[in-house]
């Protein structure tokens, strides 16, 4: 009963939301068919409305992006509070609907009252387009985590807040988490977020401590050197990520690809590191995973994102402070950002009044314990009644979007 625990506790802390006006009305059919996308696969297939939107950030990129106004058995109306669902990396928002309707957190949350609104974020199946760049072009893949925060994730808060009139209740997994807290530490999104729950928060990952995960992490860094993009032709940092990125030559990492394959199979050769449950040597050991359950995850993930995203992951392993990317070189740096060193996001930034929920696992090998401790310390300012906690000793990474038990 651990996994309904955690999301009963979740929704109790997202209940108590004062009641706004929505400015005009939102003339949308939800009793049209939805076109062939997440809607269609993952939430009419179970008897909820949905609908489609696209959203087109300022840097070019169109995403995908779902609702659910109302619950399984209707009631759906202005006054429902939103919630914006953010997934993490290598995944997309399928993720909050891979189990049953009675535990999959978007549709737990739909019957419960809230509006809910489900991000897919650039480089995934639904949101791989441009206004001008096509995927196959390496310039499309020039970005890293940085440009979530700057572009992707304000982007669809804003277009939330615009549609429903209403202060949103966000709610992170992993990289989602990462996104919101360089967010808030900015001062992005503030007027516009009602409070923020962190599941699996992935701020620090100095001990995370998955083999593969470490292994990969080092492989990323390693390969990332001026010499090396000197000797493609990389002059400069426009240049720099759209040559040759890695050791195996591709700006989309892309998991179900020949070439990432071939790479994940020398890591898995690692003495130490071992690879015959892939997504325990990921993520830890998951408690709550039953086997239909990951069949259904891997018919749908994982997904593509940019090399350049896990390189600056890979950064943040390595130095232990949550940084910009790091363009390998001072001169570089000093181009792209004016000085030598990237710029570090601060989160004793964060309004001490924002409300956060933050819960971690005792099993979950990326958002490891002590790194959690590493982020706590750095809200050690928040106000006492903003900042929940909770603990769930038996939980792994993957437990706590996609735990059986929930």
């Known amino acids: 009963m651990v996994a309904c625990v955690s999301f009963e506790l979740l929704i109790k802390y997202l209940a108590p939301v004062a009641v706004f006006s929505v400015p005009g009305e939102i003339n949308i059919d939800f009793n049209a068919p939805p076109p062939l996308g997440l809607c269609a696969t993952a939430v009419a297939i179970h008897g909820y409305k949905c609908q489609e939107f696209d959203v087109q950030t300022d840097d070019g990129y169109i995403l995908s992006v779902q609702r659910i106004p109302e619950g399984q058995a209707g009631g759906g109306g202005p006054n429902r509070p939103p919630v914006l669902l953010q997934h993490g990396v290598l995944v997309d928002g399928v993720t909050w609907l891979l189990n049953s309707p009675q535990q999959s957190l978007a549709l737990i949350l739909a019957d419960n009252g809230f509006d809910v609104w489900i991000s897919n974020i650039r480089g995934t199946r639904f949101s791989q387009r441009h206004v001008s760049l096509d995927p196959s072009n390496p310039q499309y893949w020039n970005w890293s985590w940085d440009d979530l925060v700057l572009h992707d994730l304000p982007s669809v808060t804003e277009f939330v807040f615009k549609q429903t009139g209403q202060k949103i209740h966000y709610v992170g997994h992993s990289l989602g988490t990462l996104m919101a807290l360089a967010s808030f530490a900015e001062g992005k999104l503030i007027d516009k977020i009602r409070s923020a729950a962190l599941l699996s928060p992935i701020a620090y990952l100095s001990h995370m401590n998955t083999a593969l995960g470490v292994v990969g992490a080092r492989a990323f860094v390693g390969e990332v050197s001026p010499q090396f993009f000197l000797s493609f032709g990389a002059l400069n940092q426009t240049a720099f990520f759209t040559i040759s990125p890695t050791m195996f030559g591709l700006a989309e990492f892309n998991p179900k690809g020949e070439a990432v394959n071939n790479f994940l199979k020398s890591l898995c050769a690692t003495p130490g590191v071992d690879c015959f449950d892939l997504l325990t040597a990921l993520t830890g050991k998951n408690c709550c995973l039953n086997a239909s ?35 390998g070189s001072a001169n570089f740096n000093v181009e792209h950002y004016g000085e030598s060193k990237p710029p570090v996001y601060d989160l004793k930034k964060i309004p001490h009044d924002l409300p956060l929920f933050l819960s971690y696992g005792g099993q979950d090998a990326l958002s490891d314990g002590r790194d959690v401790a590493t982020l706590l310390d750095s809200l050690k300012l928040h106000d006492v009644d903003k900042l929940h906690v909770q603990y769930i000793k038996d939980y792994a990474h993957a437990d706590f979007i996609m735990g059986g038990n929930g």
């Open 293 to 327: 359950i990951v069949d259904n995850f891997l018919k749908n993930e994982p997904q593509s994102t940019a090399t350049k995203n896990l390189v600056h992951l890979a950064q943040t392993v390595r130095d232990g402070v949550l940084s910009k990317y790091d363009y």
